[in-house]
């Protein structure tokens, strides 16, 4: 190994000179360049000369460690893309950013804004990641950097060494190779550290830049908003006889051209997502067309698949709306002519889904308003920034305002809508939005255009995203529906057992989504969304301090929401645990119960410690509480702590479980509950009974079903003086063999008690291990024994009494006679 290193050592140096660029070294030594990793420094940073016993092993050592920093030159597909990319994006940026300041700021829209920032935005995330590539590259060439400075000092020191004394000559020659050739390695990763410089100070320069079209565009925006309480344009009357007005031909060109470029940007960014988005949609598309067609054939009564069924009966409109939507969702960084562009498309499933499904003084409404959003967002893409975009928005708030009052009129659709909270609160909505209308009326007409824009645009998309998100929530509940009706999905215990709380569960949250997501793009449209969300958050970040402790709203939020997500997985986790996992072996009754109960438990836990983390507080800090818990325990909290622990010794000890009969003190039934800190026995009368842990193993618990479920029955009868004992005991045993329920094993024994005043006392003893019904079968023990002495002529007396008088008088010797 030494002599192999020793000659490719040799024929390196031998063959290049010292300045050799990296990639003739890697030739000759690196191994392949996607195998190299950064190369620590050696722990020892003091350099030394080497002794001479040491130059022969550090010689085939170093020419290894110099082998692999040569690895790092190899070449660097990402480094050398972004080399190549960087001169053309910042040519890129600079000439649309020269694009974006020849725009006048009459011609600057909110859309063309908000595309701005986007695309800025979305370059912002791209110089990101190229920050990264390149700052892990250059950590790996500083720290080959070191390695090498480090490796030409030693044998430096090492050659100054071996010239005195007596050293043979070919030892001083390959020390003296090693020099040169540690030489020619720091002078190649000098020289790419440079290239590598140069890189990143190109996108230093491109970091710059885009800063600071993004910091133009937010305040761009933030103008564009208070500017909408100021004149933006001439008043109507007198921009209808100006000659400068933009034509519009050329209003829709550029439009058009705006639309297309931020489409093709984006599609150039993200056509990976697109095409992964594209097919996931295609398949959504399916399995919403297959769920329709699957929930038609079905036969299935319930009443809470009516609605679902009539959406669903129209599978591909109902799979396209769906698939839009999600598409919208999907890519948050789309420009906004994509997403107005996808939005359009879902009117057609509207206008198909939705009508049918509202009363009928609704649906004349629900067709007109999107149609009116559809004309509006469609000519507002083509339109943007001329004179014939502001008729359109005169004739959109004219138009609105007339079919909002139309349907509010005295005697009109709105009197005849349901008498319901939610209907009846829907003429105040339509009322405030004929306000708006007009308001933007004659905003359009005095000059203010983009007020009017904003004020058509929020009433008329909050209107139709609301249509179009309520049969979205349609959709997906007849999706759940289906799926928990599905045989495959059934066959698991947990959900079987629980599938109406599910649906209901599920269909809450879609609704609370699909609420949010239309207040959101409602407030997007009226321009409201940013400052709300501003708003918010510095509500949520405001400090409460109280004392040393300092938090936020959302902090408790945060905290609250991770907690209740924790019970929720925990008690998910357990459910399955317990009659999916654990419930289909053959375990021990009570095992699967205990195993899930601390399942839960152990969930929780973990979620309680996230959740502190959720909200900022620093869990190593935990054992102050901890000491003032202790302080708490030690005066108040015992029985707490005792319930607690006695919970858990009950789940691992298992004395009672969840099913088993038992009687704790006075009180007999069936253990429902083995709770964290109580258990629930319901009783044979009905009621349920709060029982702590603590007393389940302090006191004395008879558990009728610890070991098995076999109880004694014992049916005590008397037959008549004269009766025969042997048939008797014979007619009890065949009674008790011929029932049922009755163990053949223990063998029912009848016995002859003894004599009472009135009968031959017998007492029949069977077995049984049907607890459940072990009342039932007591009592037709009593009704057989009654009907078999009857067929057999033993009797069942009376209890009697004889009394036998020693002495009566005269009075009452006669009274007994008379009578």
Known sequence: MFARTVVLVTLALAGVPAGLPAQGLTRLLAPRADSAKPVAPPADTAARALDPVEISAALEHDAVRIREMLALFGPSRAVERIRQEMPALLDSLRTRARAQDSVSARQRTRRSLLNARDEWSSVAARLDLYGQALAARGAALDSAAR?????????????????VGDYPEELRRRVGEMVAFSGSLRAAIRQHRSELLGVRNQLSEAKLLVAERLDRADAALE??????LRLDSPPLWRALGQEGALPAREAMRVSLREASRATIAFAQREGAALVRVGLMLLLLVGVVAWAGRRLHRRDDPDPRLVVVRAVLRRPLAAGTLVALVTGVFLLPGAPASLVEAALL???GPVLVLVPPLLPPPARGLAIALPLLWGAQTLLRQLLQVSLAWRLSELAESALLALVLLRFLRPGGPAAALPATHAWRALPWFLRSAVLLAVVALGS????NASLASTLNSGVLVGAYTGLLFYACDLVADGLVALALRNPVVRSVRAIASRAAALEALVERLTDVVFTVSWVAFTLFAFDLLEPAIHALLGVLRTPIGIGTVAFSIGDVLAFVLALVLAVWVGRAAAALTEEDILGRRALPRGVPTAIATLVKYGVVAVGFFVALGAAGVDVTKLAIVAGALSVGIGFGLQNIVNNLVSGIILAFERPVRVGDHVKVGEHLGVMRQIGVRASVIATYDGAEVIV????????????????????RMEVNVGAAYGAEPERVIALLQEVAASHPLVLAVPAPVALFRGFGDSALNFTLFCFSDDIERRLRTLSELHVEVHAAFRRAGIEIPYPQRDLHLKSVGDAARAALGRS
């Open 223 to 228: 103008e564009y908003r208070r500017g909408l």
């Open 692 to 711: 702590p842990n603590g007393e389940l193993l302090s006191r004395d618990v008879i558990n009728y079903t610890l070991s098995d479920s076999l109880r």
């Open 444 to 447: 359009n007409v005095v000059g």
């Open 345 to 347: 498309l879902t009117l």
């Open 147 to 163: 390695s090498a400075e480090q490796l030409v000092e030693v044998w430096t020191l090492t050659r100054d060494s071996v010239r």
